[in-house]
């Protein structure tokens, strides 16, 4: 009899990995807004009799439209004044007085993911942003427990001995739509950790802080030399990330990706960014990488890891292909610390894609992306990028009890990319296990 924690796993494996993500994450995941909550109208009118309030709940649709664009008028107006949020300066590492928004999960760089933002205090953040001239429009992505409720608890204050995390993820907007009601409903990318290291405010309406983007370990160690200094390698490294991000972000927009005409309703998008094709960047310089670096070895044991489990599954399901999101695939290294194995589905996988110029993704459609074909891109953002997005794949698998789990807030917080991948291919071996133990009780 199969024990308690294997019937668990194979129910979750079925009803979650199965039915749901390999119907829909290789095309696209569809992501609905959070329930929404009324927040209080603006009302604007023009009257020469002051007694005569306008009929609102009578007015049709040109003159909704009209006191729609007016109020939207009168906000841009009211916050055109707000400071713009600039990337790191030359030579700086920093971020100053970025809006932080606090809230109970955590986000992680080559993420993307879409908001329904109801909560007052965040829709006004979210005004100033967005009316400010600030692009890309950047925000401090935070993880908070109990989001807003804990705001203004001291427990959670932004400082060294708090229950708070210091460790969060630079956002930017990509598009948006603002409702009726106040809600905005947006596309939110993720692009890197940033540690915060001075708070302005640690209260309501909502936090702001000065935060330092850090890169992993590796990536600055690439630029140490002889006479270099550590706080000089750092820097190259962050220039280096905010030099990379118009190729590893491919912007998408709210007109292609509404699943209906109503933005207040689902949006389909990929819980993915895609890499942009074809884009070439004269700031990025092509630089040599010994490919027996421990993080290529780290790296490549984690693809070998991942095409295990594709494997075991395609056993457990009895289908002959199973799919994996494209953003991943075009993450293999083409040219690998040793030759993949004869076996090695992924491969074949990646290359028909890249053959057939697929376009992927589901109402907006992007070329299949094989990122190491840009000799500039740094094959550390590569490993760096794969070491987060691989969770995707090993979250929709319920751990097993005993297995020490890892949370997002985890794995952002690690310091390390060869860090991340080894505690990634740790949990692949739990699940390659566990799946192996299905298929032994079922022959059995």
């Not at 290789?26 to 929404?36: A, D, H, M, N, Q």
């Amino acid at each position: 009899m199969f024990s308690f924690q294997v019937t668990i796993l194979l129910a979750f494996v079925f009803t979650h990995y199965v039915s749901a993500f390999f119907t829909y994450a290789f095309y696209g995941t569809l992501v609905r807004g959070y329930e929404s909550k009324k927040v209080s109208k603006i009302t604007v009118y023009i009257s020469e009799d002051d007694s005569q309030e306008p009929d609102i709940e009578n007015e049709s649709a040109e003159e909704r439209a009209a006191r729609m664009d007016l109020v939207r008028q009168l906000q841009k107006s009211f916050y055109q004044d707000e400071a713009v949020i600039e990337k790191p300066k030359s030579g700086s590492t920093v971020i100053r007085d970025l809006p932080l928004w606090r809230v109970q999960w955590t986000e992680l760089p080559g993420f993307q993911n879409v908001l329904n933002v109801h909560v007052p205090h965040y829709t006004n953040m979210l005004q100033k942003i967005i009316y400010s001239d600030s692009n890309p429009k950047y925000f401090g992505h935070i993880y908070l427990p109990g989001g807003s409720d804990n705001l203004d608890n001291p427990e959670y204050r932004m400082e060294t001995g708090s229950k708070s995390t210091m460790i969060g993820t630079l956002m930017q907007i990509s598009d948006y739509h603002q409702m009726d009601d106040g809600r905005f409903v947006m596309i939110v990318q993720g692009l890197e950790r940033f540690r915060i290291v001075d708070v302005e405010r640690h209260h309501s309406p909502y936090a702001i802080a000065t935060v330092e983007i850090i890169p992993d370990d590796e990536l600055i160690d690439a630029f140490l030399d002889v006479d270099g200094t550590e706080e000089e390698a750092l820097v190259k490294a962050v220039k280096e990330a905010f030099d990379s991000h118009e190729y590893e972000i491919t912007p998408i927009t709210m007109d292609t990706n509404l699943n209906s005409n109503d933005p207040s309703q689902s949006i389909l998008v990929s819980p993915l960014s895609n890499y942009r094709s074809n884009y070439k960047n004269s700031a990025l310089i092509a630089r040599e990488f010994d490919n027996d670096d421990p993080i290529f070895e780290a790296e490549q044991a984690v693809w070998l890891k991942l095409n295990k489990m594709i494997t075991l599954l395609q056993q457990l399901v009895k289908e002959t292909s199973i799919p994996i999101p494209s953003q991943i695939l075009g993450l293999l290294p083409l040219n690998p610390p040793t030759p993949w194995p004869s076996d090695f589905l992924l491969e074949e996988y990646a290359t028909k894609l890249e053959i057939e110029k697929v376009l992927v993704g589901t109402h907006s459609k992007t070329p299949f992306v094989r990122v190491d074909n840009s000799e500039e891109y740094s094959p550390l953002r590569r490993a760096q990028r794969f070491s987060f997005v691989v969770w995707m794949l090993t979250d929709t698998v319920i751990a097993l009890a005993n297995d020490e789990e890892l949370t997002r807030q985890h794995v952002l917080e690690m310091e390390s990319t060869i860090e991340r991948l080894e505690a990634a291919e740790s949990k692949l071996d739990v699940i390659c296990a566990v799946i192996s133990q299905i298929l032994d009780s079922k022959d059995g």
